[in-house]
């Protein structure tokens, strides 16, 4: 009988770590970033992930009252990934698109990656496109930035093969301005110590490209605790910090 009473006990307790590591994982989200994109997301010097989404999930999960883990993971089969189930979640400066909404769930938009304008750090009374009329300004052939320049009247839009080229030309004073979206604008501003205190970035996005957390197609769980944090977050303010620290 003693014996048989220790064994119940045993199974109790193994019952109850069981139960106890289940519960612990089940406040768990893993999720999957591709840290290839500063500054939202990429590796430091430390081999740490990083970034504006890392700090932004991280804030999620503490208003959100569950852990989060990151995994790094190729954008070429990022979302296949978050099909199979390998994660919970992607947050990798996705943009929230009517054609991705057919295959998944997005949060609600956490920030407008639209177009935002470049000029020299010394430049004055500029906030807008229109402002710099009569004056040439540059963007990435192809791109949306290149579309919204050639929409301004009296404003001359100059194309290059990569941005880069386009910063250069800013700071060397031969465009006026440089239009891009708005975390690679930041990077170039703000990360990149070749342009330091040389350029900034005025006004905010003029176009509406928003990003959002994704989930898979119906995994209402992890969104509403995802969401739940996300809207604290915003209520509060906090993204703003975030974005000095970023993308400003």
């Given at each position: 009988m003693k014996k048989l009473i220790m064994n119940v006990c045993v199974l109790m307790v193994v019952a109850s770590i069981a139960f106890a590591g289940g519960a612990k994982e089940d406040n768990v989200i893993t999720v999957?970033?591709?840290?290839?994109?500063?500054?939202m997301e990429y590796?430091?010097?430390?081999?740490?992930?990083?970034?504006?989404?890392?700090?932004?999930?991280?804030?999620i999960?503490?208003?959100g009252g569950f852990?989060?883990?990151?995994?790094?993971?190729?954008?070429?089969?990022?979302?296949g990934g978050l099909k199979n189930g390998d994660?919970?979640?992607?947050?990798s400066s996705v943009t929230i698109t009517e054609e991705r909404k057919k295959e998944f769930d997005f949060s609600i938009p956490y920030i407008n990656a639209g177009q935002v304008l470049i000029v020299q750090s010394s430049t004055s009374g500029v906030e807008a496109l229109a402002d710099l009329t009569g004056k040439a300004v540059g963007a990435q052939i192809g791109t949306t930035g290149a579309f919204e320049i050639g929409k301004v009247d009296g404003v001359t839009l100059r194309t290059y093969d990569e941005l880069g080229f386009?910063?250069?030309?800013?700071v060397?004073?031969?465009?006026?301005?440089?239009?891009a979206d708005t975390p690679i604008a930041a990077d170039f501003v703000l990360q990149n110590e070749a342009y330091a205190g040389k350029l900034k970035i005025v006004g905010d996005p003029f176009t509406d490209e928003y990003y959002g957390v994704v989930v898979r197609k119906g995994n209402a769980e992890v969104l509403d605790k995802i969401n739940a944090g996300l809207k604290k977050v915003l209520d509060a303010g906090k993204d703003e910090m975030l974005k000095d620290t970023w993308l400003r």
């Open positions: 999957a970033t591709d840290a290839t994109w500063p500054p590796i430091n010097a430390d081999k740490e992930i990083v970034g504006f989404d890392i700090d932004l999930m991280k804030l999960a503490d208003e852990e989060v883990t990151f995994v790094n993971t190729a954008w070429d089969g990022i979302f994660y919970d979640a992607v947050i386009a910063i250069e030309d800013l060397n004073g031969r465009i006026a301005g440089v239009v």
